[in-house]
């Protein structure tokens, strides 16, 4: 099969499997330009994309050539703004590790500990909604199994709980020289641990690797909850490394007593420790990422566009992250950015399904949060404790329905449109500013979506 047809058949599958926008972004314009040994040689526009593909998509690329062609045994990537030449592309191939590959070994998971070494507390931005745990964390490094002890972290989904929790054991590591005994796993794998234990009646070997450790960290405790084997043998595991005054730090996406299927016993073990919760990041400390991200690639992006992009994204870190390396992308394939390209590509990134959701469906969503009566907020009701949820309500049915005034003032009372216009403005002048009012309109919005 001649290269290009390969590859346009490998493309094809390969859009099945990735977000439409994403094989825009990263493989529209890939090639395969050479195949030889089992190894293909596959050519990206710049090294921003060679990295990004390589880190994410290689898998994926992988296994649709294998089974396209079943002689592939391995992918490489290089650089090269058209097909370019095979005889000297082909060097590449035989030189098999490149520089970037090196790059790349260096960020391999450590296979002792499961470790992530990019997962560092220097490259961990603090800010008022993280500051807590950042602080506690630190605190566990200085005092190991002393201080607090378990450690449990919360917050929702993207927030940096991850970096955090590996950043302490990264940073245990490079304190101690390595003789403090670290392990980081998933429940999901501490689950599959156990079933592979019973099967295979090697439960001693279960055992022994997890308890066997000065540092146990466990990321998303929440989905062991309702699987009973697993909570046993994490109980007892947990009885062993605390009564030995070793370090237990944990991850989840809600507090323990918020764990509807967690045994008590579990829950109360976890909130006799120190619990800190990651809130959604508040605009400064998106700024500050966008930053500290921009600065870490070395690339430059125009004030006004960052201050944008720090605006619109507000809820996920990784969403904030994805944003971001898609405008530098198109920065370096375009050789420049506007800010109307920013736009649609934060529209594209953040776009949230809203042909479902009508406004009855959000004021039943503030209704709830502020637990206050749907008719408080429709109605002619002016305590005081009902005007924020009303201002609110104005706000995110603009924000999220883009209704007109009118219409806004119609659904609550039929109330004049400029008291909407007053509501709507008032809180998009707030809400980079107040912490508080911007985690209430997140926290909302995701009652919304997930309805």
């Not at 439409?20 to 050519?43: E, F, M």
């Not at 500990?113 to 602080?135: H, M």
């Not at 992308?329 to 109307?340: D, N, T």
Request: glycine share 6%; proline share 3%; with cysteine.
């Amino acid at each position: 099969m001649e290269f290009d047809q390969l590859w346009q058949n490998a493309l094809s599958e390969i859009e099945l499997q990735i977000s439409r926008p994403n094989y825009v972004t990263w493989l529209k314009n890939s090639h395969l330009i050479d195949k030889q040994d089992g190894i293909a040689l596959v050519s990206l526009p710049n090294n921003f994309a060679k990295e990004w593909v390589e880190n994410k998509y290689y898998k994926v690329i992988l296994s649709v050539l294998r089974n396209l062609d079943e002689s592939t045994k391995k992918i490489e990537f290089t650089v090269t703004n058209k097909q370019g030449s095979a005889d000297n592309l082909k060097k590449k191939i035989s030189n098999t590790v490149s520089k970037s590959q090196l790059a790349f070994e260096e960020l391999k998971i450590d296979p002792e500990t499961n470790l992530n070494p990019r997962y560092n507390l220097s490259s961990f931005v603090v800010g008022k909604s993280n500051e807590l745990a950042f602080a506690a964390a630190s605190a566990v490094i200085d005092e190991i199994g002393r201080k607090y002890n378990p450690f449990f972290i919360y917050g929702g989904v993207g927030l940096g709980k991850t970096h955090l929790i590996q950043g302490i054991g990264n940073e245990i590591k490079k304190k101690y020289d390595n003789n403090v005994r670290v392990k980081y796993v998933s429940s999901e794998k501490f689950t599959n641990d156990v079933i592979y234990g019973i099967r295979n009646k090697r439960m001693e070997d279960m055992k022994e690797k997890y308890r066997n450790v000065d540092v146990l960290i466990i990321d998303d405790i929440q989905f062991i909850g309702g699987k009973t084997s697993t909570e046993e043998e994490f109980f007892h595991t947990f009885n062993a490394l605390y009564e030995n005054n070793k370090q237990i730090i944990i991850s989840s996406d809600r507090p323990p007593k918020f764990i509807p299927t967690l045994q008590e016993r579990l829950s109360s073990r976890f909130e006799g420790g120190m619990l800190a919760d990651i809130g959604y990041p508040d605009y400064e400390l998106r700024l500050a990422i966008l930053r500290t991200k921009i600065q870490d690639r070395g690339a430059d992006l125009p004030e006004n566009i960052v201050e944008f992009v720090a605006n619109k994204v507000q809820k996920n870190l990784r969403e904030l992250e994805g944003v971001l390396n898609r405008i530098i992308f198109y920065q370096q394939a375009k050789s420049g950015i506007s800010l109307r390209a920013v736009e649609e590509i934060v529209n594209e990134t953040i776009q949230q399904p809203t042909k479902n959701i009508n406004p009855n469906q959000v004021i039943k969503a503030v209704a709830d949060y502020f637990q206050i009566s749907p008719n408080d907020l429709t109605g002619r009701c002016r305590q005081k404790s009902v005007v924020e949820p009303r201002q609110v309500t104005m706000y995110l049915l603009r924000d999220i329905l883009g209704l007109s005034y009118p219409d806004i003032g119609l659904k609550l009372g039929k109330r004049d449109h400029t008291t909407a216009i007053y509501a709507y403005s008032k809180l998009s002048g707030e809400i980079n500013k107040n912490q508080d009012l911007n985690q209430k309109v997140i926290a909302i919005k995701d009652i919304i979506y997930k309805e």
